[in-house]
């Protein structure tokens, strides 16, 4: 069974800092993964997809990685700012592709002015 | 496009009773899904169409829950004869099933709809 997680639960930093996400997951046989941002109350937003073949993708300040053999992912966010302050999602979707996705528990940032 | 939409937003209802929420699709999307979400946790796969037919049913969905797509275009959730632990937001989603293009996979979230039940 895919099991998805995400570390750490919570973080703060400071504006202007560079960090990183982690997410992990159990079982390497999955057709893409994709980074999501969710306000508080509101739905999710995509961020980066990631295809099962390809190593990163990058969209302005974002940019995610993916090893698949060894069941990680990271978002790394360069010179953060307040309103990146959100709950950040990663889910995979199985090599079946289904559609189905499978996602972690998120990070939730706080980024301080 | 003006995005996957979901109605009504908020539903607070007593236990006991019914309710549906619509979901209406980015226009083409012949891939659509519901999730349900509760507080601090990332989203459960329920289900998901493609086109009209029901192609996955989770084991989460019970028999008092029933989705619908009837044309391939819009969808509804019906929860019966509610209960406390159906309060949670629902999500829906939709996306093109493609296998030549990489945009096509992406997968897109409405607003949700929140049921609180009392």
């Known amino acids: 069974k895919q099991e998805v997680t995400q570390i750490p639960a919570a973080l703060s930093v400071p504006e202007g800092e560079n960090l990183v996400l982690n997410c992990s997951f159990t079982d390497s046989a999955i057709y893409n993964l994709q980074w999501f941002r969710q306000d508080p109350g509101k739905g999710l937003t995509s961020l980066l997809l990631i295809q099962s073949s390809q190593r990163e993708q990058t969209s302005g300040r974002l940019n995610a990685s993916l090893d698949k053999s060894s069941g990680r992912s990271t978002l790394y966010i360069a010179a953060s700012q307040p309103g990146d302050s959100a709950t950040y999602l990663c889910?995979?979707?199985?090599?079946?592709?289904?559609?189905?996705?499978?996602f972690g528990q998120g990070t939730t940032l706080q980024v301080k002015p | 496009d003006t995005g996957v939409s979901q109605n009504p937003r908020h539903k607070i209802t007593k236990r006991g009773q019914n309710v549906t929420f619509r979901c209406d699709p980015i226009s083409e999307h012949n891939r659509l899904y519901w999730y349900r979400q509760t507080l601090g946790q990332g989203p459960e796969f329920l289900t998901y169409?493609?086109?009209?037919?029901?192609?996955?049913k989770s084991r989460l969905l019970s028999d008092r829950f029933s989705a619908e797509r009837p044309k391939g275009s819009f969808s509804t959730l019906e929860i019966q004869r509610t209960e406390q632990g159906d309060s949670a937001m629902y999500l829906c989603?939709?996306?093109?099933?493609?296998?030549?293009?990489?945009?096509?996979?992406?997968?897109?979230f409405g607003e949700g709809s929140w049921l609180t039940v009392v």
């Open positions: 989603a939709s996306s093109i099933r493609s296998g030549f293009l990489s945009s096509g996979n992406t997968i897109y």
């Open positions: 169409f493609q086109n009209e037919a029901q192609l996955e």
């Open positions: 889910a995979v979707r199985p090599e079946s592709n289904t559609g189905k996705l499978i």
